[in-house]
């Protein structure tokens, strides 16, 4: 429960988190609120508590991953939940099973939630609708990858101390990439100035419908920036023949010391890993204060614990911060 205002703004409890796109600004206030005192516990010798003790979660990723499906399953095992991967190369999957009935096996075994990531746009909404399970998007296709836009929104405000009215670049291919638009949607709600720079062909045609400011010229998407997000270049989009080659790219778009000369002094930097150094970010860079990349990923596992203790163990209408 928030105070704005003189006025009570009461929370609702999502059954799902299926993108930032319609999660509002004091929603997102609580999520990040929650990380805090869910990283004080990753500091502790001990890191178990036993909050979701009884409850169990399910990962189920179509497509690879190493941060976000591990940082879901240490997320749950703090918090004394039964946690369990489904390897779906492994699985029935491989011998035909529909989606529909996959979940609907795995919702017969008595989990509470599942976090699902899959190729197509969509799926996880499609599962929310035929499940009661609580459905977290651990990231579909092209869409939304609604928790790495929260750990990066934890980041930001952790290193600058408020998400309010900072000017954000975010490099890469904007095309492609789920990253950007859950950025996009939970900066916007803070007044944050947008700028989406990268090739031409990485660029959605109407991207600037969504509020922000699109560039070709990195040099000049950095002036006065005070966030960088720097996004992986997928090196099967230059089999696609989407830009010439890997040298260009990063002659023209790879993050550098000498490239933030025009950048706000304090800059921030961050990347969703893996990173291709080289490419769309140098060695020395990533190596650098000026990137928080490693704590990025502490900070993903704090803000997945602070969603995993709302939507299967926190209090059920509101929470106090």
Do not use: W
């Not at 491989?94 to 509470?112: H, N, Q």
């Not at 939630?113 to 799926?123: A, E, F, N």
């Not at 929104?153 to 975010?170: F, H, P, R, W």
């Not at 025009?262 to 060695?283: K, T, Y």
């Amino acid at each position: 429960m928030s105070k704005e205002g003189g006025k009570t703004v009461k929370l609702e409890q999502r059954k799902d988190l299926l993108g930032l796109r319609d999660v509002s600004r004091e929603e997102i206030e609580m999520i990040l609120s929650t990380a805090t005192p869910m990283k004080d516990i990753l500091k502790r010798d001990i890191k178990k508590v036993p909050t979701l003790r009884g409850k169990a979660m399910v990962t189920v990723f179509y497509e690879n991953s190493t941060r976000t499906r591990t940082s879901f399953e240490i997320a749950g095992k703090y918090l004394s939940a039964d946690t369990v991967n489904l390897a779906v190369s492994t699985s029935s999957v491989a011998k035909g099973e529909s989606l529909r009935d996959t979940v609907k096996t795995i919702e017969a075994m008595g989990f509470d939630l599942m976090v699902i990531r899959h190729g197509m746009s969509g799926t996880p909404s499609y599962v929310a609708r035929n499940t009661n399970m609580r459905i977290i998007n651990a990231g579909d296709g092209a869409n939304e990858h609604p928790t790495q836009a929260l750990l990066d929104l934890y980041s930001i405000k952790e290193a600058k101390g408020s998400l309010e009215d900072l000017k954000v670049v975010i490099v890469g291919d904007i095309l492609h990439s789920r990253v950007a638009r859950s950025n996009i949607y939970g900066l916007s709600k803070f007044g944050c100035e947008i700028r989406v720079v990268g090739p031409a062909t990485l660029m959605p045609p109407e991207i600037e419908k969504l509020g922000v400011k699109a560039y070709n010229n990195l040099d000049q998407a950095l002036r006065g920036a005070d966030v960088i997000n720097v996004l992986r270049i997928q090196r099967e989009r230059q089999v696609a023949g989407l830009f010439p080659s890997l040298d260009e790219y990063s002659n023209l778009y790879m993050l550098s010391p000498e490239r933030l000369k025009n950048a706000r002094e304090d800059v921030l930097v961050l990347h969703p890993g893996p990173m291709n150094r080289g490419v769309e970010i140098s060695s020395a860079l990533a190596d650098s204060t000026t990137a928080v990349v490693n704590e990025q990923v502490t900070n993903g596992v704090a803000v997945r614990m602070a969603l995993l203790f709302l939507m299967m163990g926190g209090s059920k209408d509101e929470i106090t911060y």
